[in-house]
């Protein structure tokens, strides 16, 4: 009874940010796959890895936390009511049409282009100063020679410049959108990153099912279905292709079958995404029995994010993923290297202990501001920024719901201030012109 209680509230949830058009579906259909699919294989086949009471009280807490939030989104909704009579979500999910598009969205979409076509040439500065030959470097390589001026500046300006792949495709500017493509597609290939792919592919996939001709019939659930399976595919796919090292070794060894055994592997293994629920079960088991466990360290963090570390007094905690990683395998993790991410739920479990389910209000409370800022408004009223934000809350919601929850928030933070300040100073720009043609 339990688990169908969590089945229903997942239901409940997933079927009001549907209907809300609201980005935190995501989050919810990330802890759908990442906690509630395989913990239900976990209750169901008997698998005895953890004690059968902790993985009761796994189900306890999501519960607790998954009502707190959905009661929570309503209280939260009552103040925006009125904002919901006179704009809609429903503008920003449509594609527009080459003579509608303000000037100010054309300069607004070329000076992120020309930032990730920027981006694109410093990584290429930095390929040829300090890769020896890129076919044969890992991903490891290109990890332990990262330095230099030149790459700082690309790992600044590629996050984010990189809505402009989706905005040029909104905005129909279609050879924008075939170099943005192309250049993100060479760094996920250069990097190996698979964070990169989600706000390359992800909006795409919610702009699809938000749009006003979507209508919720089996077909339209089966495409969205076959959509989110082939991005999961290609984001595990990326993993997989980490494992094999260089590109010479890749293309030269590795043949279709072997991909997906390797890939099939690495999906059920304890630290891929359908296996971060094992250290939230492991932090039940033991009762948050952890250096700085149940002390908020996460959240403090979070709460001093404009504050760099270096500028803190050393009030600013570390990356409590990092102690969570210690915590989860002390064998293999490397203090203040190696980071864990056990779901939104085991992150607030480890935070605050049972209280923890709280954190249902704190997370409605996002939700909502992200139903804020991405808002339809007139053309005039920086819609364009709002579109911005739907890549971005794509991303966050992603980290969040697998528990990386500080580079959720501090990625949409960044693209929040930055989209908005270039819009800002391209609107005044716009205004000086017109004042000195007068």
């Known amino acids: 009874m339990l688990l169908v209680a969590l089945f229903l509230s997942y239901f409940a949830i997933l079927f009001l940010e549907f209907r809300r058009k609201s980005l935190a579906i995501i989050l919810w259909a990330g802890l759908f796959v990442?906690?509630?699919?395989?913990?239900?294989?976990?209750?169901?086949?008997?698998?005895?890895?953890?004690?059968?009471?902790?993985?009761?009280?796994?189900?306890?807490?999501?519960l607790c936390f998954n009502l707190i939030y959905f009661f929570t989104r309503f209280v939260f909704s009552v103040p925006i009511a009125h904002l919901e009579k006179l704009d809609s979500n429903r503008d920003i999910f449509e594609r527009v049409t080459k003579d509608s598009i303000p000037n100010i969205d054309r300069l607004f979409i070329g000076t992120l282009f020309i930032s990730l076509v920027l981006s694109f040439l410093l990584l290429l500065f930095f390929i040829i100063t300090h890769i020896d030959n890129l076919m044969s470097s890992t991903w490891v390589d290109m990890f332990n020679n990262r330095g230099g001026f030149s790459y700082l500046m690309f790992s600044y300006l590629f996050p984010i410049s990189l809505p402009v792949l989706f905005?040029?495709?909104?905005?129909?500017?279609?050879?924008?959108?075939?170099?943005?493509?192309?250049?993100?597609?060479?760094?996920?290939?250069v990097f190996r990153v698979r964070s990169y792919m989600i706000p390359a592919i992800l909006p795409f996939i919610v702009f699809y099912i938000f749009r006003n001709r979507f209508k919720l019939n089996l077909r339209n659930i089966l495409i969205t279905l076959l959509l989110a399976i082939s991005l999961l595919y290609v984001?595990?796919?990326?993993?997989?292709?980490?494992?094999?090292?260089?590109?010479?070794?890749?293309?030269?060894?590795?043949?279709?079958?072997?991909?997906?055994?390797?890939?099939?592997?690495?999906?059920?293994?304890?630290?891929?995404?359908?296996?971060?629920?094992?250290?939230?079960?492991?932090?039940?088991?033991?009762?948050?029995?952890?250096?700085?466990?149940?002390?908020g360290q996460g959240y403090l963090r979070l709460l001093m994010l404009p504050i760099p570390s270096s500028w803190s007094f050393g009030l600013k905690p570390q990356d409590f993923a990092m102690d969570m990683a210690m915590a989860y395998d002390p064998v293999n993790s490397v203090p203040g290297v190696n980071?864990?991410?056990?779901?939104?739920y085991g992150d607030s479990y480890a935070n605050f202990g049972w209280a923890g389910v709280g954190l249902g209000v704190f997370w409605s409370l996002f939700a909502t501001l992200s139903d804020l800022l991405t808002r339809?408004?007139?053309?005039?009223?920086?819609?364009?920024?709002?579109?911005?934000m739907l890549v971005s809350f794509s991303y966050a919601f992603t980290l969040i719901a697998r528990g990386a929850v500080y580079y959720g928030v501090i990625n949409a933070v960044l693209i929040f201030v930055f989209h908005s300040a270039l819009w800002m100073l391209l609107k005044d720009r716009r205004h000086y012109f017109a004042v000195s043609r007068q």
């Open 376 to 388: 339809n408004t007139r053309e005039g009223h920086g819609c364009i920024v709002k579109t911005s």
């Open 167 to 189: 905005l040029s495709y909104k905005y129909r500017m279609r050879k924008k959108f075939i170099i943005s493509l192309l250049i993100t597609l060479f760094v996920v290939l």
């Open 339 to 344: 980071s864990m991410h056990p779901t939104l």
């Open 34 to 62: 990442f906690f509630m699919l395989p913990h239900t294989i976990d209750a169901m086949l008997g698998t005895r890895e953890y004690l059968e009471s902790t993985y009761v009280k796994a189900s306890v807490f999501a």
């Open 235 to 295: 984001i595990f796919g990326i993993g997989v292709f980490r494992i094999y090292g260089s590109l010479n070794n890749f293309f030269a060894n590795v043949t279709f079958s072997d991909f997906n055994k390797t890939m099939y592997g690495l999906l059920f293994s304890r630290y891929s995404e359908l296996g971060l629920r094992n250290a939230f079960y492991l932090f039940l088991e033991k009762g948050n029995n952890f250096p700085n466990f149940g002390t």
